[in-house]
């Protein structure tokens, strides 16, 4: 993929998308995520928070069968697997819809 230097500093300079990403410490479907997620953030003005499911009962109920989670702003995005281009993908339309259509992220309520 190739960015110009002005849109990768108007990328860069964006609010944060915030990615919660939802994990185990001994998944490797997880570890695969993480990893993709590692590389983008390099791309894309990101602020990753991590999240052990095992800390609480709640959110081990509701994703134990699902992990790794990954929310982007507020919304489930992907589960399970992600590949880097479907990510990027999904990264740049949130910029987009921020840029052009003036869409919020949504509130989280956890």
Not at 26 to 52: H, K, N, Q, Y
Not at 73 to 101: C, P, S
């Amino acid at each position: 993929m190739v960015t110009s230097p002005s849109l990768l500093a108007g990328i860069m300079n964006a609010k944060p998308i915030v990615a919660e990403f939802y994990t185990t410490e001994e998944c490797s479907l997880c570890r695969e995520m993480r990893s993709v997620l590692e590389r983008l953030r390099r791309e894309f003005p990101l602020a990753i928070r991590e999240i052990d499911i095992r800390t609480d009962p709640s959110l081990l109920g509701r994703f134990a069968q699902e992990i790794p989670v990954l929310y982007l702003d507020g919304r489930k995005a992907f589960k399970h697997r992600v590949g880097e281009a479907a990510l990027r993908r999904k990264l740049t339309f949130l910029l987009w819809q921020r840029r052009i259509l003036g869409v919020a992220a949504k509130e989280t309520k956890r």
